[in-house]
């Protein structure tokens, strides 16, 4: 058995089993076409021997590491160019991995860590992109005419010690530098719990080692942060009805702490699933009157021993300064900077005011009950804390976020004595609000909005935002996820998922929609379709906002089991739809449906959404509405008819006027009866899609009227899902 060191590239074709799923043999002779035509000479040109190929994959030995790289780079430059030749379906794509590590040698074989090692970073390398071990990056960085990306260490199965890991970056703006070090979350597969919590979790403020999970398909990243959760204080006041403020205590710890740099915090929805918990050492929060003390514990939960504790007394009045001190010596006895108030400011969205902060911490106590009965308390004590203090930029943000959810349907509405449009309207005005002194909370819900405004660079510019000003939150990751599935970087997407796990690790029904969404949107239909199961609409809602991903995965999952060509399961997902159809008051679902609630920044997205729900027998139009193919226009037919013209018609259903101008750019003015507004709009496929500020999004049909006249401006009519419109081009 010889042993020595050498250069080891792996390189594995992406979406491999799929592709022979459709298309068996075709895919087999492109493999063996691009090995031959491409990969031997290659690897002859640069000195490499082929030592065998592995289904779909290939294992290369270099005696030079910088021929290795070389290699792999002019190999993905060529199969970029290739492909882009190639229709979409025919382009086989592939991820490779380079190490330079001791290997063994049998025969023509080679195995051995040199050899583990390339195959870990191919996992990490994206489509079409290299990735490479630190003994390559060290013998190569500054050999080659490319740049580098840093991804920090990544511990990796069957290795004991962390690997580095870097990306090639083949943009001649970064030759010959290296980006670093940026730490890219791993991607998160459906099959792996995440149960680690109560493993690890022992104490009061306690040192958290950071869950991790291993398989097969990801490298999990090592996060060397001091780890710490902040478990929920209790309540030692005379009055139980004070639970608030020990909640309020922890909530405002976790958010401070987790601006400490080098520190790790878990979020508060991990935390408080250990309220109330005899067994674990909690700290404590009394106030008699106006005298406030509050008990805090730093406890080694690798060891359960105290590592600090500390009493803070005081008055109420000095509440602020109390947690100013408990985050001080916190950071002072972990041996952290800590970054001081003029580096970062206070907290954003924060106030200043005791009282406003009291009714803050009232509010967001029945907030988080997700009862709609609770929330109504809720938007009482958050009004009042906004009365006190017009800037506090947290409770307008809360106020917003309430309404918004409450316009959503009539009978949420209801519940707030308004109207949808009343609902709408107090939205937009606690967000303009909010938007005056924003806070991680409004950040959140900005980056929705864009994200329904098919805005989602934007909103990922916003998530980031929210994550930079409270990194202990996982809905400010979830954010994140989802603007970037909708952006088009799906595989970006999971991986903040997985950032997400590691500060909350239980998965909501929100979580797993993501999850499929993002798997779905890579034309992973199978695991798409573990995911959404996973959500398990039929169980028991546990959150207000299960009703969303109950709603949404179904839809995703009818299209899912479209294309893997399952009818039946398709059938029966569409009846487990029916109920949620009821509640938001919708007779059937379409395909314009999906595309108002899918804005994907880019339309092969969204046409995978509509193409399996026309597979499962999902209606692209409302009931009742069935033009004959040659009265329906395409969508240059739209373009010719509508951009760069007015448009003047009525509602057919309420007979308000109906007037139109669009601009050649998709710049649209709109009036309907009374409202009016400005927006955008473009074509997707051949539906018209527009955006108003005040009313979202929209897509419709365009139909020839065969029996309509100019003089009655009825030639044309537009379908949308809830509206239907006659009109004729006037200019």
């Known amino acids: 058995m010889e042993r020595r060191l050498a250069a080891v590239l792996i390189a594995d074709v992406v979406g491999y089993t799929r592709m022979s799923e459709v298309d068996e043999e075709g895919t087999r002779v492109r493999f063996h076409a691009d090995l031959h035509e491409l990969f ?62 001791d290997i063994i040698v049998e025969g023509e074989d080679i195995h051995g860590d040199g050899v583990n090692i390339a195959d870990r970073m191919q996992v990490l390398a994206e489509p079409g992109g290299i990735a490479i071990s630190g003994t390559t990056y ?105 639970g608030y403020l020990a909640d309020g205590i922890t909530e405002d710890l976790t958010t401070e702490l987790a601006r400490i740099p080098g520190l790790f915090v878990i979020s508060r929805n991990a935390a408080f699933t250990f309220k109330n918990k005899s067994s674990l050492p909690e700290g404590s929060v009394r106030r008699a009157g106006a005298e406030m003390r509050i008990n805090a514990k730093l406890i080694d939960s690798t060891t359960n021993g105290n590592v600090w504790a500390e009493r803070f007394d005081g008055e109420w009045s000095e509440v602020f300064e109390l947690q100013d001190r408990m985050v001080g010596e916190i950071a002072t006895a972990l041996k952290l900077r800590l970054v001081t108030s003029h580096q970062v400011g206070p907290s954003a969205g924060g106030t200043s005011n005791l009282a406003a902060y009291e009714a803050y911490l009232r509010g967001r106590e029945l907030e988080l009950r997700e009862r709609p009965e609770d929330w ?30 409450a316009h959503w349907t009539e009978a949420r509405s209801k519940v707030f004595g308004l109207s949808q449009d009343e609902a709408r309207s107090k939205a937009d005005a606690y967000f303009t609000q909010a938007a005056k002194n924003p806070s991680p909370g409004y950040y959140t819900l900005l980056a929705g909005k864009l994200k329904m405004m098919q805005k989602s660079d934007e909103a990922i510019a916003a998530a980031e935002r929210a994550i930079a000003l409270d990194a202990s939150d996982p809905s400010s990751y979830e954010s994140l996820s989802s603007a970037m599935i909708f952006n088009g970087r799906a595989e970006n997407g999971l ?7 590691r500060v909350d690790p239980a998965w909501s029904r929100e979580r797993y929609y993501l999850a499929g969404l993002a798997y779905f949107s890579m034309d992973r239909f199978e695991e798409a379709v573990v995911a959404f199961e996973k959500i398990a609409p039929e169980s028991k809602e546990t959150s207000y906002w299960d009703f969303w991903a109950n709603y949404n995965g179904l839809v995703l999952l009818i299209s899912a089991y479209g294309h893997l060509g399952r009818h039946a399961y398709a059938a029966a997902a569409r009846e ?58 395409d969508g240059d037919a739209i373009r010719a008819l509508l951009f760069g013209h007015e448009i003047q018609g009525r509602n057919i259903e309420t007979g308000e006027a109906y007037r139109r101008v669009t601009a050649p750019d998709g710049t649209t003015v ?54 239907r419109f006659e009109f004729s081009m006037v200019k």
């Not at 030749?85 to 380079?98: C, D, S, T, Y």
């Not at 990306?167 to 998160?188: C, F, H, K, Y």
């Not at 109504?376 to 918004?404: M, S, T």
């Open 40 to 101: 031997e000479p290659k690897i002859a040109t640069h000195h490499g021997r082929l030592v065998k190929t592995m289904g779909d994959g290939v294992l290369v030995e270099f005696h030079g590491v910088v021929d290795a790289v070389h290699c792999a780079v002019e190999l993905q430059q060529e199969k970029a160019e290739r492909n882009a030749a190639l229709p979409p379906e025919q382009r086989m794509v592939f991820r490779i991995g380079v190490n330079l590590g």
């Open 376 to 405: 109504v308390e809720a938007v009482k004590y958050y009004e009042q804390a906004l009365a006190l203090d017009r800037a506090f930029g947290n409770a307008a943000a809360a106020l917003a976020w309430i309404y918004r959810e």
């Open 495 to 501: 991986g903040y998922l997985d950032a997400a796990a």
């Open 138 to 242: 060290d013998q190569v960085r500054s050999k080659l005419a490319v740049g580098y990306l840093a991804l920090d260490e990544r511990r990796v199965k069957n290795i004991a010690e962390p690997i580095r890991v870097y990306r090639v970056v083949l943009d001649p703006a970064v030759e010959r530098s290296t980006i670093g070090a940026t730490r890219t979350p791993r991607a998160w597969a459906v099959p792996v719990a995440a149960m680690g919590i109560a493993v690890f979790l022992l104490a009061g403020l306690a040192w958290w080692q950071p869950w991790q999970a291993e398989n097969d398909a990801s490298v999990a990243a090592v996060d060397t942060r001091r780890s710490l959760v902040v478990l929920p204080f209790d309540n030692l006041s005379d009055s139980k009805e004070q």
């Open 670 to 723: 709109i009036t309907v009866g009374e409202w009016s507004d400005q927006g955008s709009s473009k074509i997707e496929g051949d539906m018209l899609c527009s955006i108003y500020p005040t009313r979202w999004r929209f897509c419709g049909v365009i139909v020839r009227n065969r029996d309509g006249t100019f003089a009655q401006m009825n030639e044309y009519r537009l379908i949308l899902q809830w509206d």
């Open 576 to 633: 487990r739809l029916k109920p949620y159809l009821a509640q938001a008051q919708e007779p059937e679902y379409t395909g314009l449906m999906a595309a108002v609630e899918f804005p994907f920044k880019n339309y092969v997205d969204l046409e995978r959404v509509l193409v399996g729900l026309r597979k499962a027998g999902v209606p692209d139009l409302p009931e009742g509405f069935s033009p004959k193919p040659e009265d329906r226009l």
